[in-house]
Every structure is written in C-alpha cells, then in structure tokens.
C-alpha cells in the first residue's frame, strides 16, 4: 500500500511497515471505516457511497474541472458509473440475441418491432 497515511509525516522512529500498520490500527486517529483493500460494488451508486473520499487516482477526473475535489470526484465517478451501466446493459441485450437466435429463447413474431 502506497497511498495516503493519516498523521504519517507527523510521526517517526519506526520502519515504514511499522508505522502505517500502527496508524491504520490507531483508534484515536480518525478514518473512513473502511479497510484499505475495500471491495468495490460497482452496482453502488456514487451518491449513495462516497467512493472519492478517499485520496488517490479518481478516473475522468481530467473532464471535470473548475469546481470542488468533492464534485470533480462525484461527478467523474458518476460519469465512470454511468458508462459501467450502459455497458452492461448492452451486454445483456446481446446475449438476449443470441439466444433468440440459437433458439433457446422463443419470443413472438408479432411483439419485434418493424
């Protein structure tokens, strides 16, 4: 792990190992609640789990610009979670096809559209 420490550059005498495990684990310093490794649900939306609190690379942050970290990240992870839904919607539709076209799946002649 190479990311952001709380009250790391304040502290020193130990190996870097060390010093991270002790401040990640230290009850008095405050943190997110969330394991550093945290598990992803891409299926979350961005509003209902503040995914850009964290520090780090934030993805499409590049196209937002002008305004808070706190809308870049929203709105760049929005944006990322938007394309994901699409994507996997579009995925879905094709393996729809496909098995209309394989016969597994019988639909109705008169219910496809012209």
Do not use: W
């Amino acid at each position: 792990y190479g990311g952001f420490c709380p009250q790391f550059k304040f502290r020193y005498g130990k190996t870097f190992g060390n010093m991270t495990s002790a401040l990640l684990t230290d009850d008095e310093i405050s943190y997110s609640g969330r394991p550093v490794l945290h598990e992803l649900d891409p299926d979350t939306s961005a509003k209902e789990e503040c995914i850009s609190c964290t520090s780090g690379f934030v993805p499409r942050s590049q196209n937002y610009f002008g305004s808070t970290y706190s809308n870049v990240c929203k709105n760049s992870t929005a944006d990322l979670e938007l394309d994901y839904r699409k994507y996997k919607h579009n995925k879905n539709q094709l393996k729809f096809v496909r098995d209309v076209q394989e016969g597994k799946i019988q639909i109705d002649p008169q219910q496809l559209p012209v």
